[in-house]
């Protein structure tokens, strides 16, 4: 399969052309290196996951992204452009949203706040106006107010619009979590472990949520996951890594037939 | 015969009745659905214009008179006007129980041969697709959610939405048919079909026209004074008989508005926010209620709970009289007006029943004290008793005249008698048509004289013309000593009490009477939480010993009330066990309305009846369980089984 000017999905969507793209990365911390001489792409439109065993470089890589980390080597294509050296907020203004593999809400706020605060870099009006809470800073965030009620809509999270974060089960604060993300109306979704430590509802219902959300706004979603089974159904293409390195790259059939990636997972004899 | 009552003016249709709330309550809201957050209204001029695009848009589709077309989903506005719609162009609604499965939905879609199925979203889009193939005569979907639904073929499918704009943009042309097709109803013309949820076989179609309807909810309506200024919260299930009276009947008669909550998990919110005046709600519902707020209150500082027990006690006293409008003593009055203002104002509040002004609880009995707490608030809860082939209303309580073990006096245009066997019999102008394509049925409940069977026993009680229910007639039977066996109401004794969800008892033609109890989990999980008892599941905390001692304790209380009951000392529950598993719609045990099946119940639990008794202490047992999306698997336990005390019998005072 040829994938220079897009393609079309099995379920018959089309994927566009580069998005985002790895050139030769390297990622050291002081003598260890966590990524090793990574190339990949990520496509518009498409559910990219990476996948490989635990302390292969799978959130070191995620953190590259979204310029949390700096490669010692590479560079990144971002649009069309070579990004510089960047701090997170700016990856955020861009139009790149993530969720973490632990979840990391305010959790003495509530399910309303925690999406509002996903906002925040849409909002425009001065600190002063938003004190006050009155004229121009009233009808910008009941604007906001909107697109938030649209999310709590769309994740089915209506009963807890209130509740204290702090309070919910897991499965539903990172459906919380997921909601903050979506709020920056990103254009690239980061999804750290979604799935991780829910029981099969959960993940089902988290599955759909990410399809539906890949489907309804577009939303280019890169996601890693130790879930195998999740992985196939979900995404579009994979790439493994293992020890830093990537040992694959490709449909979810042709990954999960590659010997290297059957010997990472199950171990082989040294 | 009263049942050929004539309509008032031309007002012989629900259509016609959206006509007049038009007219006359044009800027009035008819419908509320909280989305996005906030309550969205929509006038009664709106919901025409909404109702009529959407009948447009069935002609375009080709709709014809007497087709029948099946509603799925929550209770949304959007749902409502797709049913008056179907009306409008002559067709027959069907709305279906939304958390039926598949194979459930299958039959009654092919029963009654649907062409047109209206489904709230992708969830049941899904499911009548995975059973389309066993329907042949099924045309269109149409849903209401466009959410997830853009990679479906759409040959079949169509938006609400999108029928309607077409509908819309084809008025011209649609209009006069519509015209016609809405002269060509009448009061005998069919008004909806309900699917009865059936204890026993499989569910029937009770067709119920016009008349039915219409008649039904305008007595009732005259005689609860129900205006236009009222308010209902519409959460129970759509295909149940009860929402159709009070959210289409009664709705469009009176002209209130009906308002739908935001999700299922939001009505209790949703019933504070809208503070409805007129409500309805099975005995579990308020049993469920009353649980919470005493978890609540166990896990109040002292002093709140000190004050609440003080002022509970005090409306325990006087609340009902008050109420009732009978003689209180001044003192007694003014200590209820500081109670009112200190608790149960707050606490109705809370509930989201300061405003009701009519309850009505149906279905079950409901416990005495469950009854009495809320009476005694001052909200006027009273019973109904009711059944889908009555357009609901069989007998209701008058103001004043409520009591927690009757279920009233016959309602207005409603006579009753009591047959031979102590079956209740009944006929009305809401007595049902026939049940569709059943004929046996119809002939065996409806005699050619109109009166209807109700399949339950019953009798008036002396001087106070109330009815009393007994029992299922069927279920009633005799112990082999020839004592009377009446279950279910030995069961309502055990589930008045909180930790008891339900019970099931055994003892038809045997020696004594043995039971399966379900526990509450959130009112003995919150119990165990408090005693520090840990449990990961259901099926763990139902087996552990201390909680098998505190359903004993509850089992013989009950078996020291039965004894000096003089018909029912009979009786008493010598075993129980408590069952590993809830009983749950989904594996058939109970119907959506949670009624307990009999006899499905007796084959699948052969083995556990068997060991309570042949004297076994324990048993261990494998059940298949069915999930919520329809996949089937199995949880297997030993269970312990409970040698309860029994009483002497008091002698027998004939």
């Given at each position: 399969m040829s994938f220079d000017e897009g393609y079309t999905t099995p379920d018959g969507r089309t994927i566009g052309g580069v998005l985002m793209e790895m050139r030769n990365i390297t990622l050291k911390f002081g003598g260890v290196t966590a990524i090793k001489n990574i190339s990949f792409d990520i496509r518009q439109g498409e559910i990219r996951a990476i996948i490989g065993p635990n302390g292969a470089g799978k959130t070191s890589m995620l953190n590259v992204i979204n310029g949390f980390y700096h490669p010692q080597e590479g560079e990144i294509i971002f649009r069309g452009e070579t990004r510089r050296r960047m701090r997170p907020y700016e990856a955020a203004s861009q139009g790149i949203a993530r969720t973490f593999q632990n979840v990391a809400l305010f959790q003495g706020m509530s399910t309303l706040d925690n999406i509002m605060a996903g906002r925040t870099l849409k909002m425009h009006k001065n600190f002063f106006w938003q004190m006050l809470r009155y004229g121009p800073a009233l009808e910008e965030e009941i604007e906001h107010r909107k697109v938030v009620e649209k999310i709590i809509d769309f994740l089915e999270i209506q009963s807890i619009r209130k509740k204290p974060v702090g309070s919910l089960p897991y499965g539903l604060q990172k459906r919380v979590e997921l909601g903050r993300a979506l709020a920056a109306e990103p254009s690239l979704l980061l999804l750290d472990e979604p799935m991780a430590g829910m029981n099969v509802e959960e993940k089902e219902d988290m599955s759909r949520f990410i399809l539906d959300v890949n489907d309804e706004f577009g939303t280019t979603i890169a996601l890693i996951e130790h879930d195998m089974g999740v992985v196939m159904d979900l995404a579009d293409r994979v790439v493994a890594l293992d020890y830093g390195k990537k040992i694959a790259d490709g449909t979810p059939d042709e990954v999960q037939s590659n010997q290297d990636v059957i010997d990472a997972y199950l171990g082989v004899a040294h | 015969m009263t049942a050929q009552a004539a309509p008032q003016g031309d007002l012989d249709t629900i259509p016609k009745l959206l006509a007049r709330n038009a007219k006359l309550?044009?800027?009035?809201?008819a419908y509320r659905e909280k989305e996005f957050g906030i309550w969205q209204s929509w006038t009664w001029a709106e919901t025409q214009v909404e109702i009529r695009n959407l009948a447009l848009g069935y002609l375009e589709l080709d709709m014809q008179p007497g087709d029948h077309v099946a509603i799925i989903g929550r209770n949304r506005p959007a749902l409502y006007w797709a049913m008056v719609a179907a009306q409008w162009v002559g067709a027959v609604p069907v709305p279906l129980y939304q958390d039926a499965v598949a194979e459930e939905m299958a039959y009654v879609l092919e029963h009654c041969g649907a062409r047109f199925v209206i489904a709230e979203d992708q969830e049941q889009v899904d499911k009548v697709l995975e059973i389309s193939d066993q329907l042949p005569q099924l045309e269109q979907i149409i849903y209401y959610d466009k959410r997830g639904m853009r990679k479906y073929d759409h040959t079949r499918l169509n938006a609400l939405r999108d029928i309607q704009a077409e509908g819309a943009a084809g008025h011209q042309r649609l209009e006069p048919i519509l015209r016609q097709r809405e002269q060509g109803q009448g009061y005998d013309t069919t008004c909806v079909m309900l699917y009865t949820s059936g204890t026993t076989g499989r569910p029937k179609g009770v067709v119920l026209s016009n008349r039915n309807i219409i008649e039904s909810s305008r007595v009732s309506a005259e005689f609860d004074k129900l205006t236009v200024d009222d308010s209902v919260l519409a959460y129970l299930p759509m295909a149940w008989v009860g929402d159709f009276i009070f959210s289409v009947g009664q709705c469009y008669w009176t002209g209130f508005c009906v308002s739908c909550p935001e999700s299922a998990e939001t009505m209790q919110a949703d019933l504070k926010e809208i503070g409805p005046t007129y409500f309805f709600a099975p005995p579990r519902f308020f049993e469920g209620l009353l649980t919470a707020v005493m978890i609540r209150m166990e896990d109040a500082s002292p002093i709140k709970r000190k004050i609440f027990n003080y002022f509970m006690d005090h409306a325990k006293k006087v609340g009902m009289r008050i109420l009732d409008g009978k003689p209180v003593s001044l003192g007694d009055r003014l200590k209820y007006a500081v109670g009112n203002f200190v608790i149960y104002e707050p606490l109705k509040n809370q509930l989201g029943m300061s405003r009701v002004r009519i309850g009505y609880t149906a279905g079950e009995a409901i416990g005495p004290e469950i009854f009495e707490f809320y009476r005694s608030l001052g909200i006027n809860l009273k019973q109904l008793y009711g059944q889908t082939e009555a357009s609901v209303y069989i007998t209701i309580q008058p103001d004043g005249e409520v009591r927690a073990d009757t279920v009233g006096i016959p309602a207005p245009g409603v006579e009753i008698k009591i047959g031979d066997n102590g079956e209740v019999y009944y006929r009305s102008a809401g007595t049902f048509v026939e049940y569709y394509k059943n004929p046996e049925s119809t002939a065996s409940t409806k005699d050619p004289e109109g009166w209807v069977a109700t399949g339950d026993a019953g009798y008036f009680e002396e001087g106070t013309g109330h009815l009393k229910i007994i029992d299922r007639a069927k279920d009633v039977g005799k112990l082999a000593d020839g004592s009377l066996f009446a279950p279910k109401y030995v069961e309502n004794k055990l589930k008045f009490y909180p930790n008891i969800l339900e019970a099931v008892l055994f003892g038809a033609d045997r020696e004594n009477c043995v039971a399966f109890i379900n526990i509450d989990l959130s009112a003995v999980g919150n119990w165990a939480e408090r005693n520090n008892i840990g449990y990961s599941s259901y099926q763990e905390l139902a087996g552990h010993p201390k909680v098998l001692d505190m359903i004993q304790s509850h089992v013989e209380e009950v078996n020291a009330s039965l004894a000096t009951d003089p018909m029912l000392n009979g009786c008493q529950i010598h075993r129980f066990l408590i069952l590993h598993k809830e009983l749950d719609p989904d594996d058939g045990e109970m119907t959506r309305t949670r009624k307990v099946r009999r006899r499905i119940i007796d084959e699948k639990y052969s083995d556990l009846i068997q060991a309570l008794y042949d004297g076994s202490t324990t048993i261990s047992t494998t059940t298949e369980v069915t999930y919520e999306d329809g996949r089937k698997g199995s949880i297997s336990a030993t269970l312990e089984i409970r040698d309860a005390k029994v009483f002497p019998r008091e002698a027998k005072a004939a």
């Open positions: - | 309550y044009g800027d009035r809201p």
